[in-house]
């Protein structure tokens, strides 16, 4: 559970700072979410994260470059590609409706050093380019979000066979996460400014490239 990083910014930084680390470790909660061994969740990711339980959830999304059917092309740049797996299920942010029976599934993942292609059980309806889409997850009947994120990677973190040790971020202090280097976040995990996250007003966003 211990362990440090040698940076938290990496070859392009996310914050315009240093920022704070949450305490103690974290470990990739796989029970509750679908991972691939060998991909790497994004610096930057929306995590929730759970302090008893030393958990990370994370928010999985991605910003849909064209859609064929059931074919859907995702955005891909060097330094980050979608971690979605098969059996994920999937809605358009923003738009996330109906009953966990009837909620659209990935069926297949195809990635390349330069691009993302799933395949998807059903076309969803109005997803067009340049939306986004997010995993959803069971809440009774229905389909909806994973949660409201607390909390952001501070770094990016391999998946691995056995534990995944991931760190955090729940407060930028005076610096601020620049939103278009990392994955995209739904308006749903943001607050009414679009400043800062929904869920962690301590999390500090910024339009600037």
Known sequence: MKGTKASFVGSRPIFTGSPTIVPGGFN????????????????????????????VKVVKTAKVLSVKGTTV????????????????????????????????????????????????SAAISGLAADNIIQEVVKSGDNAAE?????????????VRQDESQVDVCDHTLNYRMFERRVPPIPASQKSADGRALKGNANVLLTQSY
């Open 73 to 120: 092309t995702l955005y891909v740049d060097e330094f980050y590609e979608p971690i979605f797996c098969e059996g994920d299920r999937v809605a358009k942010a923003g738009a996330i409706s109906g009953t966990w029976a009837s909620a659209v599934t990935i069926t297949k993942v195809v990635k390349t050093p330069n691009s993302c292609e799933i395949t998807l």
């Open 28 to 55: 990739l909660d796989k029970a509750s979410q679908n991972f691939r061994v060998g991909d790497v969740i994004p610096a930057g990711t929306l995590a929730i994260y759970d302090e008893q339980k030393r958990t």
């Open 146 to 158: 994973i949660g409201t994120a607390n909390a952001v990677l501070i770094a990016d973190t391999d």
